[in-house]
């Protein structure tokens, strides 16, 4: 015999109720941890895939909308800048650098990106087979692309147009795997990389492709394909990092006031977006807290109810020599013990139910969410629950302490 | 073994005006000998046993046990005291009914602090004719059963004192016999000192000492 035991069997002879206790309090725990797992990885990912931006300058719309188009790829373009302009503008004095984007194409639901070089350093990408692109049509795959369309190096496809999978197909020019990259865990992985003109190809329908064979004279900065002259040519955003702090204050004002275009800094948007699904967030931690508070409540009235059926074995237990400590003991540890049972679950179905989201959707995996990380978040939950275990159980266990024996198996 | 002199006790009834006290008479009980507590209903029977086992303490008087006076023990130390010497068997089945009768017998030795032994259990359970109940729950018994397993586990400590408070009063005459056979052959086996309480009148004819309240 041992306390332990004494608690199992105990649970064993109320299976439904412990049961019932334990599951309350493993789902609104579960619901916490899967809260917990969603903002910290979102929030790993957004600060990993704007690192190195401090703006992004496009086509005048909605900021955010351009922030989720140009750094997150999960939006659609809010139009396009002109190449002159954007040229301009990487030559400005407060700029480090600046990264061009070409967007609009798909494949299988995967952005197709003309940019260069630059664009996938900022990531710190890396081949794991194949080459970079270089010449125009050619592609390197994100990891994610790679493992779902399972297109190989070598391999030709099609594009189509926007970011569904069944937009119109351009079939008149045929992309060629070069590379694919290593898992980078950023949106890079979600990625078909190109050059900016092998996005301009595909949509060539009025601009004449004859100015692109011979080299340009004074080429442009961005796309040295291109004269720096050029008047027609047009590029979706630019990502830009500031020179100095000085940057931050001047660089957005000038471009929303004096050009055509709208610049918009990620951290900003990102904080606001974040204030949006705060309060959804908010509102489901609330009540997972509201399911803890039952879940604690009746597991208190459970220990306070048996402890009435108790009494006897209780003073049993004193006249065959149990210190009064020795029930205080046993009734906190029956709490603890099924708060902490009730978290851990909680905690193994939480990851568990992530795992399978990110299992069986498309998008948890292109998100790049995993039910394998566990945060210092989780470690404060299984404390807490245990000290709310405690807590319950501490007016019982009181009772039990001040039982009197006498009483209590004389009055049968 | 054990010897009072000049106990008694109060009680206060609930509005505390009235004060009930029960003056009891000096007794002194020896290993292997066993005492019948009788008395009329309300008579004290319970509240001397209670007193004598640590569960209540006195208004007056001393009560030495192995020539300790228990007045001088600390709550913890008469805890210890009540686990390692005292076996008690109630009037009626207060058995753990969560556990198993074996894991019923080994909370004794656990709760006194001693080693918990499966073949004393055996041994035990043998002698009271309950070996093929070692498995079983607490409701699967019959109430004579269920008195002989608390039998069994007042006796598994080897104390040297089992105080039994109406131990045959719930049973038919069959289980009343065996019971109170039992209880005397363990007792005097243990040679432990064994004083049952009472109104009982089939228990009369079957312990010669008696002591009337
Ligand atoms: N907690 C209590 N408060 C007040 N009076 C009590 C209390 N317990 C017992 N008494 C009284 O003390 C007296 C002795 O009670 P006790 O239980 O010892 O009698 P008993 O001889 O065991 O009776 P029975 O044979 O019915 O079990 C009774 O008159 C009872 O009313
Ligand atoms: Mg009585």
């Known amino acids: ?412 | 073994m054990i010897a009072t002199q000049g106990l008694t006790h109060r009680y206060h009834s609930k509005k505390g005006v009235l004060s009930h006290e029960i003056v009891f008479p000096d007794l002194a009980v020896e290993r292997g000998e066993s005492f019948l507590l009788l008395g009329n209903s309300g008579s004290g029977k319970t509240t001397l046993l209670h007193l004598l086992g640590g569960l209540l303490r006195p208004l007056t008087g001393k009560i030495e046990i192995e020539k300790i006076d228990i007045a001088s023990l600390s709550e913890t130390e008469l805890d210890r005291m009540r686990g390692r010497q005292i076996g008690f068997v109630f009037q009626r089945n207060h058995l753990i009914s969560a556990l198993t009768v074996k894991n019923n017998l080994l909370m004794a030795p656990f709760l006194a602090g001693e080693k918990q032994h499966e073949e004393r259990v055996d041994l035990v359970l043998d002698e009271l004719g309950l070996r093929e109940k070692k498995n079983a729950m607490i409701f699967e018994l019959s109430q004579g059963q269920a008195q002989r397993v608390a039998i069994a586990r007042a006796i598994i400590n080897k104390p040297s004192l089992i105080l039994a408070d109406e131990p045959t009063s719930a049973l038919d005459d069959k289980n009343c016999d065996q019971v109170i056979e039992l209880l005397n052959k363990v007792a005097m086996e243990n040679n432990a000192a064994l004083i049952v309480a009472t109104h009982d009148h089939r228990l009369k004819s079957r312990l010669k000492n008696q002591i009337i309240l």
């Not at chain 1, 060539?204 to 004269?227: C, G, H, K, W």
């Not at chain 1, 940057?247 to 949006?276: G, H, V, W, Y």
């Open chain 1, 1 to 412: 015999m041992s306390i332990q035991l004494l608690i199992w069997n105990y649970f064993k002879a109320k299976k439904l109720n412990t049961g019932l206790n334990i599951l309350l309090l493993s789902l609104g725990i579960a619901m916490i941890t899967l809260l917990i797992l969603f903002n910290n990885q979102l929030e790993e990912k957004m600060t990993n895939n704007s690192k190195g931006i401090d703006l992004v300058v496009g086509a005048k719309g909605s900021p955010l909308q351009l922030i989720l188009c140009a750094v997150f790829h999960v939006d659609f373009p809010t139009g396009n800048i002109k190449l002159r302009e954007a040229d301009r503008l990487a030559k400005h004095r407060l700029v480090k650098y600046a990264i061009p984007l070409a967007l609009g194409d798909s494949y299988q639901g995967f952005r197709v990106v003309g940019t260069n070089r630059a664009y996938s350093s900022l990531y710190q990408a890396d081949l794991a087979s194949g080459d970079w692109w270089e010449k125009d049509l050619e592609v390197t795959l994100g990891s994610s692309v790679a493992q779902l369309t399972k297109l190989k190096v070598g391999d030709h496809f099609e594009s189509a147009h926007g970011l569904t999978k069944d937009g119109h197909a351009h079939d008149e020019n045929k992309y060629v795997v070069k590379g694919i990259l290593k898992q980078s865990g950023t949106v890079v992985d979600n990625l078909i990389l190109t050059t900016i003109s092998s996005v301009w190809k595909e949509h060539a329908e009025s601009s004449s492709d004859s100015t692109m064979q011979q080299l340009p004279t004074s080429p442009s900065l961005l796309v040295s394909s291109v004269e720096a002259s050029d008047s027609i040519r047009e590029i979706t955003s630019l990502l830009i990092k500031y020179k100095n702090p000085i940057a931050a204050i001047q660089l957005p004002r000038f471009i929303n006031t004096q050009t055509s275009m709208q610049a918009a800094s990620p951290a900003f948007e990102m904080a606001r977006l974040f204030t949006l699904l705060g309060v959804g967030a908010d509102a489901l931690m609330g009540f997972a807290y509201v399911l803890i508070f039952i879940s604690g409540l009746s597991i208190f009235i459970a220990l306070y109810s048996s402890l009435k059926e108790r009494r006897y074995d209780m003073a049993i237990m004193r006249s065959m020599g149990a210190s009064r400590s020795l029930l205080f003991k046993t009734i906190i540890l029956e709490g603890s013990i099924l708060t902490f049972v009730g978290a851990s679950l909680g905690l193994a179905f939480g990851h568990l139910v992530l795992g399978v989201f990110v299992h069986l959707m498309e998008e948890g995996q292109k998100a790049g969410l995993t039910a394998g990380v566990f945060y210092a978040e989780e470690a404060v939950i299984l404390v807490g629950s245990v000290v709310l275990g405690v807590f319950c159980s501490l007016l019982p266990a009181i009772q039990a302490y001040r039982v009197d024996i006498h009483k209590v198996l004389a009055s049968n």
